[in-house]
């Protein structure tokens, strides 16, 4: 008898377990939601580089669903908003999740520019870490590095590529030399410091503007990056000094296994 009763009351306790979980959940997927709270991630260029705001997300989140205060949880796919907010050229990255109090927290990761563009017609546009164009936004500028001159236009404001299509662009176009000069540079703290401008003459070979001192970097081709950029740096850590920086013009890095100086 006594094994039936500890039975019963197991059963009976599993069962209002159910129930009340049951109870619960429906409970929760029926609590209105009571704001939305967006954090930004600007990865560690900080907000100095930011395109996004938070006003950007709420207007979009509007846009795309009215509103989400008020609705019911169970009545929002966050997958789907997950998904749509990667219309936004700058979000690189969305996690939504509901709270147990009704509020919905969006994990907004921005995308990293490295280069600023400007092509021949004068359009101006962004590569970020991963080779995807990004538009300019007028008053968020990037402090990143600039690369202008012979850079065939791509019509990038007056048509609609898709991304595929923008990620073809890229890997078929001096564009994907552009990207493995501006990750390199990046990606070097002495270079990225003291790099600020590339430019691309119509042969397709890069001329380096560098901050500190008057001279120029005749870099040739985007080939043999590693070397080349190795080359340089041992000759301003080792071969010059700062103090004999601006006793040169020019710096040409095209030749192997040698630079070759052209004094003021």
């Known amino acids: 008898m006594r094994k039936i009763v500890n039975i019963v009351m197991w059963v009976s306790l599993v069962v209002v377990i159910l129930v009340v979980g049951f109870l619960a959940k429906n409970h929760y997927?029926?609590?209105?939601?009571?704001?939305?709270?967006v954090e930004i991630n600007y990865s560690e260029n900080g907000e100095s580089n930011r395109f996004l705001t938070y006003e950007d997300i709420n207007t979009f989140v509007r846009h795309r669903y009215d509103s989400l205060k008020g609705r019911k949880i169970k009545d929002i796919d966050l997958?789907?908003?997950?998904?749509?907010?990667?219309?936004?050229?700058?979000?690189?990255?969305?996690?939504?999740?509901?709270?147990?109090?009704?509020?919905?927290?969006?994990?907004?990761?921005?995308?990293?520019?490295?280069?600023?563009?400007?092509?021949?017609?004068?359009?101006?546009?962004?590569?970020?870490?991963?080779?995807?164009?990004?538009?300019?936004?007028?008053?968020?500028?990037?402090?990143?590095?600039?690369?202008?001159?012979?850079?065939?236009?791509?019509?990038?404001?007056?048509?609609?590529?898709?991304?595929?299509?923008?990620?073809?662009?890229?890997?078929n176009s001096i564009l994907k030399e552009i990207y493995n000069m501006a990750k390199y540079i990046n990606n070097d703290n002495m270079l990225r410091h003291q790099i600020v401008q590339m430019n691309v003459d119509i042969n397709g070979e890069f001329t380096l503007v560098p901050l500190v001192s008057n001279h120029i970097i005749k870099f040739g081709k985007a080939d043999n990056i590693d070397a080349k950029f190795t080359k340089l740096k041992l000759f301003y850590t080792e071969g010059l000094g700062h103090h004999r920086w601006n006793n040169y013009r020019v710096i040409n890095l095209k030749y192997k296994n040698q630079i070759v100086c052209t004094k003021n």
């Open 29 to 37: 997927n029926n609590t209105p939601v009571k704001a939305l709270k």
């Open 79 to 171: 997958e789907q908003i997950e998904n749509d907010l990667l219309d936004i050229p700058y979000v690189k990255n969305a996690n939504l999740y509901e709270t147990i109090d009704g509020q919905v927290q969006m994990r907004i990761l921005q995308r990293k520019a490295i280069v600023r563009i400007i092509d021949a017609l004068g359009d101006q546009f962004y590569l970020d870490d991963e080779a995807h164009i990004l538009p300019i936004r007028s008053f968020f500028p990037a402090h990143v590095l600039i690369c202008n001159g012979f850079i065939g236009n791509i019509g990038f404001y007056s048509r609609h590529y898709s991304g595929s299509k923008m990620d073809s662009i890229v890997n």
